[in-house]
């Protein structure tokens, strides 16, 4: 072909074409027989022992994709061919892997002396990289949108997944949270390509290889062929039935933890080359970003709207001072929040087995469940976990228990459960339950809403109940110390708030209406002599150091009447979480038992010589008051023995 140029010129056109950047091919009659290949060629197609076979021979791999056909057409009509970014598939050798490669090319007819049409030239260039850099442009481009248009978190890692699926042709892409130490994922929502089924729901990693390790370092997991690779050969057959013979595994981690994963299947053996893997990359972490971004508002928004509910729970329960009622309050409301088919509240029998559901909240449709039951007929599980102080829960139970454990749950009407356990010093007390008639997926903000309910519910009942206990308890002590003649004192250490009875203020000297303070009234109405060591001993018992009892005899000079008198005092202080809540005492005035030890002193101090000048009606009164009075440990027991009455409250 080169020789009708003549020889040197030849040379010089065979030497251009050569160096020439793209590929070219000459091809002469209708056979499109090749004469020249360049390096260029060589290189793209493995076109070295072309020469001389007809194209169709040579190329056989591009059959059915028109471009034999494109050949014949220029050949005929003698019009130029020209294909812009065009996707080619072939095989560089009959038993090699298909490639597909986008490809700019023309096919210009040659003519000889005749003007004859000889044979077709053809120079292109490989455009792969760009055609691929523009498709991934717009298909980041397209994830943006998606990006700033989906709210929910799930329904943008599913518009991710499709993106990716769609763009890489594989079977299957998808999200999902995985829990490296149950060697779990949890898929919301995957794409599928036509034929495909979806894996959404809950899969066990280690059923499908060991490859769960290298995810559990962080790393991704590449596998073309899953027959070929060790980590999967001898679970192959699981994964082809999911349509994962090849797959790519991508982690996404926060702080250095796999938290969540990018994944891509296909059914088929195939390569994954570094420009897919790379464009996985840049999706997964984009997605990353914005899906945890979207569970972070969503998450804000739920607990806007937990926080709401508990308070609008916390107002309702405030109304009633009866523990049924507000369970039965609590129930209602939880029930009608979360949607759940019968909401339930139980106690424990002393064997920590049997358990009397005393009130229940139950939807339209749905079944009540009061009554007494086993809780070992709702199964192992339910007895480890509620014993244990764990909960119990339960998607499905026909799924999920054995089927005698499964027909308790289902005689009642429940298909699903979560179960909140009261341990309350080492022992079940209590149980609060949600139930769905059927199957559900429990969220963890269900479960955590429960867990809050439960832990305010039992606290609030066991606060009333002890407010009721503190006020027959108050009751019954008042009736004492107006007999005994008793003045009651009461401090809150939180509040710095000091309350006295009408008694206990007139050990001070003051009216019964005057307003009482820790430092200016208690302590300045203390004798100077005695007001350090007493607000010392104060001190001291509100920090436990003194077990937190209370006992001291001290002179008080009243406020209003300027008398002094000799006062015992007892108390007790009451600890929450080693914090001191309340401080809670009795005082008696002992000035005529003070009086008489005194008197008695004297006497004894004096002699018999002395004694025997006073006048013996005087020794009779000084014997007569030094007998009338309680000592102060007399009357501390007879306090605590009042205070006591319902078995220790305090």
Known sequence: MFEAAGGHLATRQARFFEQAPGFIIIMGGPAHIVEFVNDAHRSAFNSVDWIGKPIREAFSSIEGQGFFAALDEVYRSGKTFEAHGTEVRYRRTVAGPEEVRYLSFMYAPLYDDLGS????????????????????????????????????????????AEILGRELGVSRAGYGHIDVVKETISIERDWNAQGISSLAGLLHLRDYGSYIEDLKRGETVVCEDADADPRTASTAAALKRIAAQAFVNMPIKEQGNAVALLFLNNADARPWPAHELEFVREVAERTRTAVERRRAEAALRDNEARLRFLDLLSKETAKSRDADAILATTTRMVGEHLGVSNCAYADMDLDQ????????????????????????????????????????????????????????????????????????EGRLTALMAIHHKGPHIWTAKELALLTEVTERSWAHIERVRSEQVAIESAERLHLATQAAMIGTWDFDPVAGKLRWDDRCKALFGLSPDADVSYEDVFLKGLHPDDRKSVDELVQRTLTGADTGSFEIEYRTVGLEDGIERWIAANGSVIFEHGRATRFIGTAIDISARKKAERNLRILNDTGAAVAQELDLEKIVQIVTDAGVALSGAEFGAFFYNVLDVDGGSY
């Open 117 to 160: 049409i000889s044979g077709i030239f053809c120079e292109g260039f490989d455009v792969t990289d760009a055609h691929r850099s523009t498709r991934r442009m717009a298909a980041l481009a397209r994830l943006g949108d998606r990006i700033r248009e989906v709210e929910d978190p799930d329904e943008l890692a599913f518009a991710a």
């Open 353 to 424: 087995d049997g358990f009397t559901i005393r009130g229940d909240w139950a939807a339209p449709g749905a079944a009540h469940i009061v009554g007494h039951y086993s809780l070992a007929d709702f199964g192992k599980l339910a007895v480890k976990n509620l014993g244990a102080g764990q909960p119990l829960i339960v998607n499905d139970n026909l799924a999920e228990l054995e089927p005698h454990e499964a027909a308790t749950f289902q005689a009642i009407g429940i298909g699903s459960t979560i179960c909140m356990p009261l341990v309350k």
